[in-house]
């Protein structure tokens, strides 16, 4: 290993606080492997992104996060500026510890810690897409921000508090199943104007929109089989006006990848989304409610260069 510097971005309460346990261990790991390494430890909401910022103006070489798939979500909001990674040749590693951790499906990156080190002594890492999303904040105002896997619209936000208030006690998998079937009781159907470049433009009923870099979120749900990280486009599924029936007959659909034998599934791929609803639709952005419709979704094609094992 030459003397890059190398900077861990660790959130201690990802994976109901897990990763605290864990971390004195993969830092003695990291320091007898690398030398030198700097720790930035988050303690709330927004601690990522501006410890990745202060680590980059550091001088760090090698970005490390540690925590879910919303630790990721802040750190790659940390690490990239308006026009691109903040400072070029900056590499950004992921050790998944999290409730969900559904990047790491699409994306092989390690995630056992010591297994990962070998793949950031050799800066292994491939180029790939990225998402921005503007959107209404829920306190008022708009705003963008860079996403790596999956933005929803519709029952994903509802399952994003239900996950968020449960504390994810119950684990990754069985958090997001109960909060869905959960939201699903009370849920109403929201009618989206969804447009795609210039393909597709429909107002539609529907339970959930997916626009899709990564093939899977919520936990394990397989909701966009054959997305690609690195293709320049999205992936949109748009779950239709299914009855409560249909959906809960369909539901193991969205495990074994068959979702799109369901004749009131679609699939729409692009590059440029709007949605805009006359209703009230949350937004899920990397299992993280942040937001709600209107909402304009783009890819940023070849922009983000991520450490992993292929």
């Known amino acids: ?20 346990g864990k971390w004195p261990e993969i830092r003695a790991g990291a320091r007898s492997r690398f030398g ?32 879910g798939d919303g630790t990721l979500n802040e750190t790659i909001n940390g690490f990239m500026g308006g026009k691109g990674p903040l400072r070029q040749g900056t590499l950004l590693g992921f050790i998944p510890s999290g409730t969900g951790c559904d990047f790491a499906r699409s994306v092989p ?9 070998e793949d950031i002594r050799t800066r ?26 999956v ?3 519709g029952l994903g936000g509802e399952v994003d508090l239900r996950v968020k208030g449960s504390g994810k ?9 109960w909060a869905t079937l959960a939201s699903l009781l009370s849920y109403k159907k929201k009618v989206i104007r969804i447009a795609v470049d210039d393909i597709f433009d429909e107002r539609i009923r529907c339970w959930n929109v997916a626009v899709a870099n990564g093939q899977y979120h919520g936990g394990g749900m397989w909701i966009a089989p054959g997305s690609e990280v690195a293709d320049g ?27 799109y034998k369901q004749k009131m599934v679609q699939m729409v791929r692009g590059r440029r989304i709007t949605a805009v609803s006359d209703s009230s639709v949350l937004i899920d952005m990397d299992g993280e409610q942040c937001g709600r419709l209107p909402a304009v979704v783009e890819v940023v094609p070849s922009v983000l260069p991520i450490i992993c094992s292929d």
Do not use: W
């Open 1 to 20: 290993m030459d003397s890059a510097r190398i900077a861990f971005i660790v959130n201690p309460n990802s994976a109901g606080g897990l990763t605290a």
């Open 36 to 67: 030198r390494i700097d720790s930035f430890i988050t303690g709330g909401p927004g601690d990522a992104t501006s410890l990745t910022r202060e680590a980059i103006a550091s001088g760090a070489d090698i970005i490390v996060c540690m925590g």
């Open 109 to 117: 990156v390690q995630r056992d810690a010591v297994r990962s080190f």
């Open 124 to 149: 292994r890492h491939r180029i790939i897409d990225l998402g921005r999303l503007s959107y209404s904040k829920n306190g008022g105002g708009t705003g963008s921000r860079y996403f790596h896997n």
């Open 151 to 153: 933005v929803s619209f």
């Open 169 to 177: 006690a119950l684990g990754g998998s069985v958090s997001f199943i």
């Open 233 to 259: 486009s999205f992936q949109l599924t748009i779950i239709g006006d299914l009855s409560m029936r249909q959906i809960l007959l369909n539901l193991h659909r969205l495990y074994n990848g068959s979702i």
